[in-house]
């Protein structure tokens, strides 16, 4: 089972190549700033598309009712919660081939 | 205040059935036709309900011509137009049918011919030779051209695609082509089908009940999807005395304003939509305190039908929003899309005879935040020969509002 | 009613950005080719065009900021650039967010195929991924009306707001419904227009449709300017089947020409400004044209992917359009019309002007979309451009009169300044839509 973080740096590149963030370079986004709203100012159809690039890249499934601004507020955040999903599909998969 | 027009004429295709009887009748025994569909393979998308039209009935083909061609919107929209016309007095349609009148169609859809063009897309590869009609059927315009050539009409034909209130908008126009004259006859309505790219978008937006839809429930968790067309015969109140046709009800007035705030999400005040509505009742000589039913957008998602009700709210007094009597039409068929506001301007007709609200389908609390007075169970009586307000807030923020009236008044 | 008139015009076109390059396109008589690159998923050329009216790369950061525009589709991109220079050529300013929207600017615009790229680009992970990879940025920017929606939101536009689609009509149809919004009262000001992009998918079906202009047998038929509009780069042929080279524009559509074969596709969008004439008149503003008078019809022979043989009926309904606003025939000094190259198009637009006018000679008539192309905005551009007098060169390719047709574009040569104008649009599948335009 895995224990590190999603790289955070990943992240933020998977963020700004999937919102089309022009001009953006992972350095110019905090790792705590706030996402949506005044932050980065990215709105509730970034978090979806946010959403579908995670799923994709990452083989996990969100459920609707996880797409809520606490898992969102920040790249760190987002880490936290995919690090949480990856982890949780892991022990799915160990128990079912057991 | 503006002149009216009479609806003499109404045609629906739903996932009731084929024609306005079984959509009447489904609506006012507060059916639900929201559940499992195969208009596509959707084993792999997120959620499996929908409003699917049935199998058309035997005999379909032997009255339209050319109707093996057509795709399933234009099919929706030529025998929803068909029955309305008839309905109207003006005989079967056909290039007799509306002889001598000046007519034009005022259509709209989101869709059109998507379906078939989603499978002509999905067959495309190198080697193969596609067959190109799927193609040029996708054209949004598609089923209001094939009203127009089934029923051999020379005056204007427009579609609207501005998304949820297109239809809404479509009655707009026809009731200005009226009034100034350009047409004598309207045929205004919409069509749309199920098809992968709305039912995968809407998905992909989190925003598609796995359930059929709850309208203004507390437990609301999204839209469900629905195809079908309507089609409702409209002219000017005089002329339809004079050639003693039956006003099925009247079209008082029209409005539309937008949003200018988000692509998906509404107005969190429902602003454009509460603008909407205004300009409809100015323009219908209608006091808010005068509107004694609502036909609701009522999508079912959280955001909708909140901005909807602070809408309602805003424009009517939330005491006097709590009491109106709102039928959520979207709960029984299902979101059209483009062509909803047409179905549920039919819906509001119906409503209109029959003197009494219909019910939406599967009981449930209202959530206490959007606390309208949605019809549950039975359809509600209405007393005397009150307007009725028809609304849709469209994806995009386009909004615009319906008065009509009973024939009655 | 008020009467309407334009006071700011904008476009996003193959000649560049705004009205000014479009309209020296229109006065030299020359069309701006671009190669379209093969298509992945229909690749075989069948019907022989390989080149299309294109804006390409053009620059839009002066009206459009990167993180503003990142989510938008081209034509929402090109409607909002243009609706913006557009009200900047009204001399109206555009309106900064987060200010209030206004309520009383409507927004009509008109497109055919709407956001096609992000349809296509949605459809292929529906089909090839799955339908739990489908983006919802794509989704929402793919429907029909996410252009008017943009405009609305950018221009902070909160009135009235239709898309309509309606083909080849749909652009004049569009100018109708803005000029009706400000002519009743219900808008104080309409931003009407059009906007179009052509994917290759698109281009690829038209011109398997024998739809599209193919190139001329004499390269010495020189209709215009090679290469790629100023901003542009060049698109370079992929695969090899068609070459790296721009062609020589030999393939521009000729309007009216006997050897006429198709239209040629533009992308890109024109947006107007409507106004109230006394509105208009107590800022000062510039008039570009007058809004006379407006219709539309149908033709029930013509099948769904073509044009019928219904002139009569037609002209009949024009002549109608005509007498409503208390004008005959005699009234027009000049006939801009919607003529794109189509051979039955052409066929049915000559049959109709002939018999409006009942044998009596046609004033001069223009053939803008053989400079502009079909689609996107630039002929409605256009339109406004000669009711403000702007020289119109000879139409480039025209060569052989279609004597069937008895109809011709005009030469070229200078005109005294039109008074007022018929502008025509004919649609594949049966609708007409005609605004008549006067002079400022």
């Not at chain 2, 067309?229 to 002219?235: F, K, N, R």
């Not at chain 3, 600017?105 to 949605?122: D, H, N």
């Not at chain 3, 109608?320 to 000094?333: H, M, T």
């Amino acid at each position: 089972m895995s224990d590190t973080p999603v790289s955070e740096d990943g992240l933020k590149r998977l963020i700004i190549d999937s919102l089309n963030l022009e001009g953006v370079s992972p350095e110019m986004i905090d790792s705590e700033q706030p996402l949506f709203g005044d932050g980065l100012g990215l709105d509730s159809v970034d978090a979806l598309e946010l959403v579908v690039a995670m799923e994709k890249r990452f083989g996990i499934k969100i459920r609707s009712d996880e797409i809520e601004p606490g898992a969102f507020a920040s790249v760190a955040a987002l880490s936290r919660f995919v690090a949480g999903r990856m982890a949780e599909a892991e022990a799915e998969t160990e128990a079912a081939t057991a | 205040m503006n002149g009216a027009a009479a609806v003499t004429g109404l045609g629906a295709v739903s996932p009731f059935g084929w024609g306005a009887g079984p959509f009447a009748d489904g609506l006012l025994a507060g059916a639900g036709a929201i559940g499992e569909f195969d208009r596509f393979d959707h084993a792999a998308y997120r959620t499996h309900v929908a409003g699917q039209v049935p199998p058309e009935p035997a005999g379909l083909a032997a009255r339209q011509p050319c109707w093996r061609r057509l795709t399933l919107a234009e099919r929706f929209a030529v025998a929803a137009a068909a029955e309305a016309v008839a309905g109207a007095g003006f005989g079967g349609g056909g290039t007799t049918g509306l002889a001598g009148r000046r007519a034009g169609v005022f259509f709209s859809s989101s869709t059109g011919g998507m379906l078939e063009g989603e499978e002509f897309y999905a067959a495309l590869e190198p080697r193969r030779r596609p067959r190109l009609r799927g193609m040029v059927a996708q054209q949004v315009s598609a089923p209001g051209e094939a009203v127009a050539r089934a029923l051999g009409v020379t005056g204007p034909v427009e579609t609207v695609s501005s998304a949820c209130a297109s239809g809404t908008l479509a009655l707009g126009l026809a009731l200005d082509a009226l009034r100034g004259g350009e047409v004598d006859v309207a045929i205004a309505g919409g069509a749309d089908v199920l098809c992968r790219i709305t039912y995968a978008g809407f998905n992909s937006l989190r925003s598609v009940d796995e359930r059929p839809c709850r309208p203004f429930r507390a437990d609301r968790a999204g839209l469900s999807l629905g195809e079908g067309a309507a089609a409702l015969v409209l002219e000017r109140a005089e002329d339809a005395l004079a050639r003693g046709a039956r006003p099925r009800a009247l079209l008082a007035g029209a409005g539309a304003a937008a949003d200018a705030h988000h692509m998906t999400a509404p107005h969190p005040e429902g602003d454009g939509a509460a603008r909407a509505i205004a300009a409809a009742l100015a323009d219908a000589g209608v006091a808010a305190g005068e509107i004694g039913s609502l036909n609701a957008h009522g999508t079912g998602t959280p955001h909708n039908d909140l901005a909807e009700w602070r809408a309602l709210a805003r424009v009517f007094g939330a005491e006097r929003a709590r009491e109106l009597p709102l039928a959520a039409t979207k709960a029984c068929v299902g979101h059209l899309l483009g062509s909803a506001g047409a179905l549920e301007a039919a819906a509001a007709v119906v409503c209109l005879e029959r003197g009494a609200v219909h019910p939406a389908p599967g009981g449930g609390a209202v959530d206490p935040e959007t606390p309208a007075a949605l019809v549950l169970g039975r359809p509600r009586p209405l007393a005397g020969a009150a307007p009725l307000l028809s609304l849709n807030l469209a994806f995009g923020g386009c909004n615009a509002a319906l008065v009509l009236v009973p024939a009655s008044a | 009613m008020n009467q309407v008139v334009v006071t700011g015009l904008g476009a996003v076109t193959a000649f560049g950005a705004g009205a000014e390059p479009l309209a020296g396109a229109l006065a030299r008589g020359a069309t701006r080719l671009s190669p379209v690159e093969p298509s992945r998923r229909l690749p075989r050329p069948t019907g022989g065009a390989t080149s299309a009216v294109r804006v390409g790369d053009l620059p839009l950061g002066e009206w459009l900021a990167p993180l503003v525009a990142r989510r938008m589709s081209p034509p929402s991109r090109w409607a909002v650039a243009a609706a913006k220079m557009a009200l900047a050529d009204a001399g109206l300013s555009v309106p900064d967010r987060p200010g209030e929207p206004d309520p009383a600017t409507a927004v009509a615009l008109a497109t055919s195929f709407g956001p096609m790229s992000y349809t296509q680009r949605l459809l292929d992970q529906i089909l090839d991924e799955g339908p739990e990879a489908a983006s919802p940025s794509l989704f929402t920017e793919c429907v029909a009306n996410a252009p008017a929606a943009q405009v609305a939101i950018q221009c902070r536009a909160a009135g009235r707001n239709h898309t309509i689609c309606q083909r080849e009509a749909g652009a004049l149809t569009a100018l109708a419904r803005g000029a009706a919004d400000v002519a009743s009262g219900r808008a104080a000001r309409a931003l009407a227009g059009a906007a179009e992009e052509v994917t290759p998918l698109v281009f690829a079906i038209l011109d398997r449709f024998r739809a599209l202009a193919r190139p001329h047998r004499r390269s010495s038929d020189r209709v215009g300017e090679a290469g790629p509009a100023p901003g542009a780069t060049a698109a370079a042929g992929r695969g090899g089947s068609r070459g790296a080279a721009p062609p020589a524009p030999t393939e521009a559509a000729r309007p009216f020409d006997r050897r006429r074969d198709g239209f040629t596709v533009a992308d890109g969008a024109a947006v107007l400004v409507l106004e109230p004439a006394a509105a208009a008149a107590a800022r000062g503003a510039r008039v570009l044209a007058r809004v006379r008078a407006w219709g539309g019809a149908f033709d029930p022979t013509a099948g769904r992917a073509g044009w019928g043989t219904g002139a009569a009926g037609l002209a009949v309904e024009l002549q109608g359009v005509l007498g409503r606003a208390g004008l005959a025939p005699d009234d027009i000094d000049l006939v801009v019309s919607g003529a794109s190259g189509a051979v039955a198009g052409d066929r049915l637009e000559a049959a109709v002007l002939r018999r409006l006018w009942a044998g009596a000679p046609l004033p001069p008539v223009l053939v803008p979309k053989a400079v502009t192309g079909e689609y996107a905005g630039g002929f409605l551009a256009a339109a406004v451009l000669a009711a403000a007098g702007r020289p119109f060169g000879a139409a480039p390719g025209f060569a052989r009169s279609d004597d069937a047709l008895a109809v011709a574009p005009h030469d070229g040569s200078p005109l005294p300044p039109p008074r007022r104008l018929l502008v025509t649009s004919l649609a594949a599948g049966g609708s007409a839509a005609w605004v008549i335009l006067e002079a400022p």
